[in-house]
């Protein structure tokens, strides 16, 4: 039996019913909420092999649904609802297909799942293959009676599992690979009982019987089944291992008597502003900020940097990171789904549900298989009994093999199942990838563009060097340019805000009105209605001065220049070296002066300097490198957005700003450790490689095994035991690259 589980992105739902009549008035009042723009996510459990993906896949877009993704590996489907529908009729949709939805509520009492499927068949198999194969004829576990009541409730499961799957297939107008198994388990059970009835002569009714082959097909197909879905279990482990990291109870700080107190809640029950206590080695219960107290804090199970984040007064914690020495007080600011954890769950769980262009042609095939195989199956037989006058047994036998031992869940599992793998290896890792498609793309990336300020480097300068060219001290141009970097978002203005605070400078409370340009600079206006701006050296007019970093006009008039010197992030030489070995041809990409520009590039080893560019040009290079060749942008600033969306991929550093964040395909979560592009470009090429071995072994192993069959070299009893082991061999090559080596 397949259960759905419903679950919708920031919107919390009350905990849905058993009940049918129950679950649609609990549906009916989540409907009213819904924004028919946001996708629902539907939690699929029972999808028995690739084809029953494509076949809700399909269901629902034909009813209207958009952004339809249904992915049998993971279990999950994703759609925004169509106008003029509601959640009613997407649970029509899916029962339609033989599938039910319920709620959230956990299963009590014995659940006979698959696993018990399985065993159940096992205890009556095996005594009736053994007693047909093995004792005389005369025996009493051979007498025909005997045989015919062990197979019946081997029979039974058989013809309720894979007859229900088979049927909603059917209707889906994709038929899976079920339709084979219960044709292939009805026909040899259908013959066996005809031989029996028909046959009075003891002695020769046994060459009519195949109860057996009916059980240990079905039996065979369900261990297939079971050890499928436990490797793919274990191909999902990433998502499994980020949202255990919550822990489930929180220690709440409460009032009570007038006295201070702690008390126990389920994490779940968290509100915003509440106040926590968190002792050394527990886990954040939420994300938050500091109240009370200081320590430090293991977030590699997030970012994947081992090294300890010191947490001071007013510091950020992450919920499900672990505080190594406390304890801490803090206050929480973000629950649900709004938390740094569930986000980045919601990003691989969606990376997992992309396809890759590789994954379309075996979905197109996958679609017209089941059809194919059962001409050839037809025809087998037709030919066998007619043409080449085998007996109705053996041709029944043949025709039987060729439609268990074919498999077009191999085909459907090759992609995904690699896919979920590589970018769960990656998330473990601190490195967030959107999707199937990227993964894809970073295997064929052949140019590597690099932002400056903020990427290469790290934004942080040892000394600020200013000279003025007014009636202005320095001190006083640092007090202007603290005001006016303050409203800035651009890590090099970060870093020189930083610089002077740590000199004490205060900030003038004189500059108002201020206003940035992305690009160019930053604009204001004072107390007096003097206009200030302050930026590149296209700030100026008349090329009033050359030499510096930045300037500070007043009224268009030069007030200053200010010099910085670029701190290079440690490990961008031997990243570039890297990129070099695997014939990638690298690029600086800069607003920054020539000069500057051409200096770092030479100190770690960019083969090619773009200098003093501005958003739009950034754009027009991006675009011209990509037509060229698969292109990468690495960049963090508000104007490396465009270039990043218009790349291949795009690469942002995890403290970057968030319209650059969102416009890149993959990001580095933690503090800035770009020698993770190593790791990511690697990923990507592992990854398409395992979805190659994926897709050759399928198409492999069905273009071999379907002709043998055919021309009666394998019993159908092989033929099951060998589709049952296909689909296992092709999960088990994508579980090698959660822990293989990669170079």
Known sequence: MATILLWRPKILLPQLPANRSSLSKCVNCVQIMHNHNEPIILKVEGMDCANCALGITRKLTKNGHEDVHVDFATGEASFVIAENHDINDVIHDIESLGYKVIGDEKKTGFSFGIAEKFWFSLIFTVPLFFGHMFFPHDSWIAQPITQLLLCIPVFAIGFWFFGKSALGSLKS??????????????????????????????????????????????????????????????????????????????????????????????????????????????????????????????????????APVEKLLH?????????????????????????????????????QQDKPPVQQLADKISAIFVPVVLAISLSTFLIAHFGFHHSMKDALMNSIAVLVISCPCAMGLATPTAVMVGIGRAAKNGILIRGGRTLEQIAEI????????????????????????????????????????????????????????????????????????????????????????????????NNQATGHDIYLMKNGGLIAGITLEDEIRSGMKELISFLHSKNIHTILLSGDRKEKCETV??????????????????????????????????????????????????????????????????????????????????????????????????????????????????????????????????IGNSIRLRSKKLS
């Open 173 to 306: 107008g994709v038929p899976n690979m079920d339709v084979l198994i219960f044709i292939g388990a009805v026909s040899s059970f259908g013959y066996s009982v005809a031989g029996m009835i028909m046959v009075k002569d003891v002695h020769l009714v046994h060459q009519y019987m195949f109860f057996e082959t009916t059980a240990t097909i079905i039996s065979l197909v369900l261990l297939g089944n079971l050890l499928e879905h436990i490797s793919v279990k274990k191909t999902t482990s990433a998502i499994n291992e980020l949202s255990s990291l919550q822990p489930e109870v929180a220690r709440r700080l409460i009032m009570k008597d007038g006295k201070e107190t702690f008390e126990e809640i389920p994490s779940s029950q968290l509100q915003k502003g509440d106040m926590l206590l968190v002792n050394g080695g527990e886990s954040f219960p939420a994300d938050g900020e500091v109240i009370n107290g200081s320590g430090t804090a293991n977030e590699s199970m997030i970012t994947g940097e081992s």
């Open 446 to 541: 052949k140019t590597v563009v690099f932002d400056k300020t903020g990427t290469i480097t790290t934004g942080n300068f040892s000394n600020i060097q200013i000279q003025s060219f007014s009636d202005l001290d320095a001190n006083k141009i640092k007090e202007i340019l603290l005001a006016l970097e303050s409203h800035s978002s651009h890590p090099l203005a970060k870093s020189i805000v930083g610089l002077l605070q740590k000199e004490n400078i205060i900030a003038s409370s004189e500059i108002e009105k201020i206003t940035e340009e992305q690009g160019i600079g930053l604009n204001a206006i004072d107390t007096a209605n003097n206009n200030w701006s302050l930026g590149s050296w296209r700030t100026l007019k």
């Open 601 to 730: 590039a030479k100190s770690i080893g960019i083969q090619e300097v773009y200098s003093e560019q501005l958003p739009a040009q950034k754009l027009e290079l991006i675009s011209r490198l990509s037509k060229e060749n698969k292109t990468a942008m690495v960049g963090d600033g508000i104007n490396d957005a465009p270039a990043l969306a218009r790349a291949d991929v795009g690469i942002s550093p995890g403290e970057a700003t968030k319209s650059a964040m969102q416009s890149a395909q993959v990001i580095l979560l933690g503090h800035g450790d770009l020698s993770r592009i190593r790791e990511t470009f690697l990923i990507g090429k592992h990854s398409l490689r395992t979805i190659k071995q994926n897709l050759f072994w399928a198409f492999f192993y069905n273009a071999i095994a379907i002709p043998i069959a055919a021309f009666g070299l394998l019993s159908p009893i092989v033929a099951a035991l060998s589709m049952a082991f296909s689909d296992v061999i092709v």
């Open 315 to 351: 510091s950020a914690v992450t919920g499900g990171t672990i505080l190594i020495n406390g304890p801490i007080r803090m206050r929480v600011t973000q629950i649900g789904s709004d938390s740094v954890l569930a986000q980045i769950i919601s990003m691989v769980k969606k990376a």
